[in-house]
């Protein structure tokens, strides 16, 4: 495992769309195992491949109660809403509010290929929306609607 390095705000990697994860291989074992490395380095709650200059369809989340990984991952459903301050590991040092929905539903598939769907709600259904966002070349910054 290794911690990689975390491309900042600016970087235009970060503004690409990812390609969908076709080969579940050691590689991307590797990556998974890095990413989750590199979050919990960082202390971020989530993080995703463009952010470690890696432009596929993946994401890792921990919002306290072990990681989560997500490989070519979709909102299925969203229900509610909610108004919170967001941050960023590629913006360090700054936060905005954001209009997330409430109880967010993904589906995805495991390192394996293996598809499943998590529902999250509060602070994991916002993590869902901001990494997948991540995966379309969305920041944060474009959804603030308060600084
Ligand atoms: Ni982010």
Not at 49 to 71: K, S, Y
Not at 74 to 81: D, K, L, N, V
Not at 87 to 92: F, N, W
Request: hydrophobic fraction near 40%.
């Amino acid at each position: 495992m290794a911690i990689r390095n975390i491309v900042k705000n600016g970087d235009p990697v970060l503004r690409k769309v990812c390609r969908s994860v076709l080969n579940f291989d050691e590689k991307l074992a590797t990556l998974l195992d890095d990413m989750i490395e590199t979050m919990n380095y960082a202390e971020g709650v989530g993080l995703a491949a463009p952010q470690v200059g890696i432009l596929r369809r993946v994401c890792v989340i921990d919002v306290g109660n072990g990681p989560i990984e997500l490989v070519n991952p979709a909102i299925i459903a969203e229900e509610g809403e909610q108004i919170g301050s967001e941050g960023c590991l590629s913006v360090p040092g700054q936060s905005g509010t954001v209009k997330r929905p409430m109880k967010v539903t993904v589906k995805a598939q495991d390192r394996n290929g293996k598809t499943f769907e998590i529902t999250g709600e509060e602070l994991l259904a916002r993590a869902f929306c901001h990494e997948i966002d991540h995966l379309n070349g969305i920041l944060y910054l474009d959804k603030v609607i308060r600084g």
